[in-house]
C-alpha cells in the first residue's frame, strides 16, 4: 500500500505536470495529457490480455513500447511542424492562411492516435471479458472516419503539390 505522504506527493507531482502542460500548449495540452494517458491505458490493457491469453513475453511489450515511441515522435513531429508553419506564418508578408492556425497539425495527429488507442482499448476490454457495447464501436468508426475524410488529401493537377483540404 502506497503511504499517504507518497501519494499525496504523487499527486501533486500529476496535477503539477499536468498544470505545465496545459499552460505551455493551450487547449492542445489537454489532447497531450489525454494521447499519453490512453496510450498508458492501452499498454496496461493490452498486457493484462496478453497475459490472459498465455501470450506474454518480454519482447513483445519491448515492441510495444517501440510502438509507443514512434507515436511519440511522430507527434513531436506533427508539433515541430506546426511551430515552424506558425512562425513562417507570422513572419512572411503576405502569407496566410484562411483560417487561425495555432496547432493543427498536432491538434489532428493526436486526436487520430487517442482514438486509435481507444479502439485498442476497447479490443483489449473485450479479450478480458468485457462486453463492448456495439453502438459505441459504430460511434468510435464514425468518429475516426470523419476525422480522416475532413483532413483528406485531394491531388489538384492545377497545384504543384498535395494539399491538404479541410472539408466543413
Known sequence: MIEPNTARTL??????????VTAALGGVGWLVLLFLAAMTVDYITGSAAAMKKGEWSSAAARQGLWHKGGMI?????????????GLLIESMPGLGLPFDY?????????SWYILTEIGSVMENAETLGAPVPPFFEKMLAVVTRQLEEKTDFEDDEDQDAAHVVLKK
Open 73 to 85: 515522435a511522430a507527434a513531436v513531429g506533427a508539433g515541430g511542424f506546426d511551430l515552424t508553419a
Open 11 to 20: 499527486k501533486a507531482g500529476v496535477t503539477a505536470c499536468s498544470a505545465a
Open 102 to 110: 495555432p496547432a493543427l497539425a498536432l491538434s489532428l495527429v493526436l
